[in-house]
């Protein structure tokens, strides 16, 4: 039998608590004592709670998810261009998902569709090798993706 996902309302049933308590005491707010924070931390953990970023990129409306398409992993330098990115951008609290195209317009396609239904914040593309049409990076510009 599967377990039920462990939600924020679910602590604060427990703890006889607020949601927004819980909410605000699981991102360490000030404006909640420490012991309560702590308490709430325990039961969370006691319980197996984890956050969860979808639901928090809908009410947030950003992903922290940056589109990454690039022609062959495989690529040294595509190996060492993703690790540069990704480094920088972990700084800035982001991840990264990573597409491959295999130098194919139709996979690329594919790849940013992919990311696009993700709700990426961004997108870098290294373009297929025999692109014909930018019509598909076209779509994404009109989206405003950055």
Known sequence: MEEKEITIYDIARELDLASSTISRALKNDPKVKLKTRNKVHQMAQKMG?????????????RSFLIGVIVPRLTNHF??????GIENTLSTKGYNIIIG??????????????????????????????????????DQSTRKKYP
């Open 49 to 61: 709670y984890q956050s969860n970023p979808f639901a928090r990129s809908l009410r947030n409306k």
């Open 78 to 83: 595509v190996s060492s261009a993703i690790s």
């Open 100 to 137: 491959q195209s295999y130098g194919q317009t139709d996979k690329e396609i594919s790849a940013l569709k992919m990311l696009m239904d993700n709700r990426v914040d961004g997108l870098l593309i290294s373009l297929a090798d025999y692109a014909t049409s930018l019509e598909h990076i």
